[in-house]
C-alpha cells in the first residue's frame, strides 16, 4: 500500500492476485489511451480525400478529439475525488465504446468530429484517474514502476494502433478503411469495462470518506492482513486529520506542486511527441525512405514499448529527476539531427533514425515519469484536483501543437523539430534547478519533501 510510513508497515506482493487485478485493469486504461489517439494516423490521408480537408481543416480533424482530452482532464478530478476514480472510471470505459462504434458508424464530418471528441473525453479522464488510482494502492517502493505500467500500456497502445491500421490497410477494405480503424477500438474497451466491475475502490479514498468498513475489505482484497489492514486505516486517518484544511486546492497552499504538474506535463508535449506520432505516417512519406510509412511508424512503435520498459525498470532506481535530465539532452541532439535532415542539411531518411533515437531518450525520461509525478506529488484529498491540473497542461497544449503542426510543416519541414529541441534545453535547464526527487518517498510525507507550508 502507499501511504505508509518506510519499513513500519508491510507491503503487500505484487504477486498478490486482487493487488495485481487492480494494476492491470487500472493501466489497461492506457491502452485505450495510446490506441485513441495514435489510430488518427493512419486515417489522415483517407479524412482528407473524404472531406476535402486542406491543411488547416486536417490539424482541426486530428486536434479534435485533444481538445475532448483537455476537457476530460480539467473536469476529471473533482468527480474523481468525490465518487472515487474506479467508480468514475466505469462511466468512461462506456464513453470509449461509444466512441470506438460511433467514429465507425459517422455519417459525416461534424457526427465524426462529435464522437472523437467523446473519445477525448475519456482519454483526459482516464490519463487523470488511473494514474490516481494506480498511486494510491501501489507500495511505495514500486509506486514509480507500476504507475509507469499506465504510461506503458499507453506506448503499447499506440503501438497496437499502428499495426492494426497496417493490418486493416493490408485488407483492401476500400473507402470504408477508415470506419473499420477507428471502430476497433470498441473491443478493448468493452474489456476495460467488464474489467472495472471486479476491482475494489481505493482504500485511502474510503477512508476518506468515513468508509472504514468497506476500505479494510478493500486492503483485504489487494493482500493485506487484517492486523495490517487496521493499522494502515489509522494511519491514513491521521494524515486526514492533518490535511483537513487543505482539502481545497489551493494555489498559496500547493504552488509547488502545482507548478511541478504543470512543468512536467507541458515539456512532455513540448518535446513534439505527441504531434510525432500523429503525423507519422505524413513525416515518413515526405522524408522517403525504402521502408512505407506504415512500417516505419511500426518500428517507432516497436522502440517505444521497448524503452517504455526500460523506463519501468529504472525510474524507481535511478530516479524521476535523473531520467529527466538524460532525457531531455538526447531529445534535444536527436530532434536537432531530424530538423536538419528535415531541412536538408542531412539526407531525408536519416529522419527515420533521429525519430528512433528521439523514441529511445522520450520514453524512459518524460515519458515514463509525467503520470507517476503528476499523481503524487499532490496531497490525499486533492489529488484528483491536483492531477486534473497537470492532466489538462498536457492535453491542452497537445491539442494546439496538433492543430497547428500541419500548417507550420508546410510552411517549414524542419521549423518544428527545431523548436521543440530548443524546448528540451529548457527543460533540462529546469528540472535541474527545480525538481525535487520522489522516488521512494511515501505519499503521506511528500509534503515534508516538496516543502509545502501548510496553513
Known amino acids: 500500500m502507499t501511504g505508509i510510513r518506510s519499513g513500519a508497515i508491510a507491503e503487500p506482493s505484487l504477486l498478490n492476485p486482487g493487488l495485481l487485478a487492480c494494476i492491470v485493469t487500472a493501466a489497461l486504461a492506457g491502452l485505450l489511451f495510446g490506441f485513441d489517439t495514435a489510430v488518427i494516423s493512419g486515417t489522415t490521408d483517407a479524412l482528407t480525400k473524404q472531406y476535402r480537408l486542406d491543411p488547416t481543416w486536417l490539424g482541426i480533424t486530428v486536434s479534435s478529439a485533444l481538445w475532448g482530452t483537455l476537457v476530460g482532464a480539467l473536469f476529471a478530478g473533482l468527480p474523481g475525488d468525490r465518487f472515487g476514480s474506479r467508480d468514475t472510471l466505469r462511466v468512461l470505459a462506456i464513453f470509449y465504446v461509444v466512441a470506438g462504434l460511433g467514429c465507425a458508424f459517422a455519417w459525416s464530418w461534424g457526427s465524426l468530429m462529435a464522437f472523437r471528441v467523446l473519445a477525448g473525453l475519456a482519454v483526459g479522464g482516464s490519463s487523470v484517474l488511473a494514474p490516481v488510482y494506480i498511486s494510491e494502492i501501489a507500495p511505495p517502493s514500486r509506486r514509480g514502476g507500476l504507475v509507469a505500467a499506465f504510461q506503458f500500456n499507453v506506448i503499447f497502445g499506440i503501438l497496437l494502433a499502428y499495426v492494426s491500421n497496417a493490418i486493416i490497410a493490408s485488407l483492401g477494405l476500400g473507402a470504408d478503411e477508415w470506419r473499420w ?170 529522419v527515420l533514425y533521429a525519430l528512433i533515437g528521439f523514441i529511445a531518450f522520450f520514453a524512459p525520461s518524460t515519458g515514463a515519469v509525467i503520470w507517476v509525478y503528476i499523481s503524487e506529488v499532490f496531497p490525499t484529498p486533492v489529488r484528483g484536483r491536483g492531477s486534473a491540473v497537470g492532466a489538462s497542461t498536457h492535453w491542452g497544449l497537445n491539442a494546439v501543437i496538433a492543430a497547428i503542426f500541419p500548417t507550420v510543416a508546410a510552411l517549414s519541414a524542419s521549423l518544428p523539430f527545431w523548436f521543440f529541441a530548443v524546448m528540451m534545453v529548457l527543460q533540462f535547464v529546469i528540472v535541474l534547478a527545480y525538481f525535487p526527487e520522489t522516488k521512494g518517498v511515501p505519499l503521506e510525507e511528500m509534503e515534508k519533501q516538496l516543502g509545502v507550508e501548510m496553513r
Open 181 to 350: 480503424k477507428f471502430g476497433v477500438a470498441a473491443a478493448p474497451a468493452l474489456l476495460f469495462m467488464l474489467l472495472l466491475l471486479r476491482i475494489p475502490n481505493s482504500p485511502r479514498w474510503l477512508v476518506g470518506r468515513g468508509r472504514d468498513g468497506e476500505a479494510k475489505a478493500s486492503l483485504s482484497r489487494i493482500g493485506m492482513k487484517p492486523e495490517q489492514a487496521d493499522a494502515e486505516i489509522a494511519e491514513f486517518r491521521c494524515s486526514f486529520s492533518e490535511q483537513k484544511r487543505t482539502e481545497t486546492l489551493s494555489w498559496s497552499r500547493h504552488r509547488k506542486p502545482i507548478l511541478l504538474a504543470m512543468m512536467v506535463a507541458a515539456f512532455n508535449q513540448l518535446s513534439g511527441i505527441n504531434a510525432l506520432l500523429y503525423y507519422l505516417n505524413d513525416i515518413f512519406a515526405a522524408s522517403g525512405g525504402r521502408l512505407s510509412p506504415d512500417l516505419q511508424a511500426i518500428i517507432i512503435g516497436v522502440v517505444n514499448a521497448v524503452f517504455t520498459g526500460v523506463g519501468m525498470a529504472l525510474i524507481d532506481r535511478l530516479g524521476r529527476k535523473t531520467l529527466l535530465l538524460i532525457g531531455s539532452a538526447g531529445m534535444a541532439l536527436c530532434l536537432a539531427i531530424a530538423g536538419a535532415a528535415m531541412g536538408g542539411m542531412l539526407p531525408k531518411p536519416v
